[in-house]
């Protein structure tokens, strides 16, 4: 199984970005993705995630990136996209996706250990 981010790079405040993640390696009908991030020197932190079977997507979102940013998936292409809208200086970070097979309740999707994949995420710079 392999994860890849890209998407990341240098924006102003107010800003927007566009995150991919996109799964190989794992044909599997439901699936369990997350994005997090870690800011230099400080523990990493869920930003939002997305499980999903054949029937059914739920989505959660950090308090702090409510109504600026936006997890939604391509079924065709495997890929998870995280849109970023109104970037802030304290959004600067690396962001990194997990994936495992199955599903995640809402509470479990947010723990890093949850994932059994990761990529080598992707550098979100935010000026003020």
């Known amino acids: 199984v392999k994860v890849v981010e890209s998407g990341g790079g240098s924006v102003q405040a107010g800003g927007s970005l566009r995150l991919s993640c996109t799964q190989s390696?794992?044909?599997?009908?439901?699936?369990?993705w997350a994005w997090f991030r870690q800011p230099s020197g400080k523990e990493r932190e869920c930003v939002a995630t997305?499980?999903?079977?054949?029937?059914?997507?739920?989505?959660t979102y950090a308090d702090s990136v409510k109504g600026r940013f936006t997890i939604s998936k391509d079924n065709d292409k495997n890929t998870v996209y995280l849109e970023m809208t109104d970037l802030q200086p304290d959004d600067t970070a690396m962001y990194l996706c997990?994936?495992?097979?199955?599903?995640?309740?809402?509470?479990?999707?947010?723990?890093?250990?949850?994932?059994?994949?990761w990529g080598e995420g992707t550098q979100v710079t935010v000026s003020s």
């Open positions: 390696g794992f044909a599997t009908r439901t699936q369990s």
């Open positions: 997990g994936w495992r097979n199955g599903w995640l309740t809402v509470a479990a999707s947010l723990e890093a250990k949850r994932y059994n994949y």
């Open positions: 997305l499980v999903h079977n054949s029937k059914d997507t739920q989505t």
